[in-house]
């Protein structure tokens, strides 16, 4: 089980950040991604984290704003989000996979429930 926390609403040029836990099930050899949800658009990619850490791969909108990590021994995926813009307004969801398109929502077989994220102009 994912699951995610850290929304809120927060003014253009701030930040944020999320957090997803996992429980249940250590996620150590999974690879984690977050994705988002805007309001009348698909759940689209945003980040991606290797199972090591070692690489990761953003979405080209949010490239140099936002960062991914993770932490292992807690069990842990992060999204750092800076100079955040109102169409980054979204429920955003943590993920875990192992392999595939890492772009593509059927390559990750976990899904954390969702936080929201309000980015006021």
């Known amino acids: 089980q994912l699951q995610a926390s850290g929304g809120g609403l927060v003014q253009a040029g701030g930040s944020l950040r999320l957090s997803c836990a996992a429980s249940g099930h250590t996620f150590s050899s999974y690879a984690l991604g977050w994705f988002r949800r805007a309001p009348g658009k698909e759940r689209e990619f945003v980040a991606y984290i290797t199972y090591s850490g070692g690489s990761r791969y953003y979405a080209d909108s949010v490239k140099g704003r936002f960062t991914i990590s993770r932490d292992s021994a807690k069990n842990t995926v992060y999204l750092q989000m800076n100079s955040l813009k109102p169409e980054d307004t979204a429920v955003y969801y943590c993920?875990?996979?192992?392999?595939?398109?890492?772009?593509?929502?059927?390559?990750?077989?976990?899904w954390g429930q969702g936080t929201l994220v309000t980015v006021s102009s």
């Open positions: 993920a875990a996979g192992r392999g595939g398109n890492i772009y593509a929502i059927n390559s990750y077989g976990y």
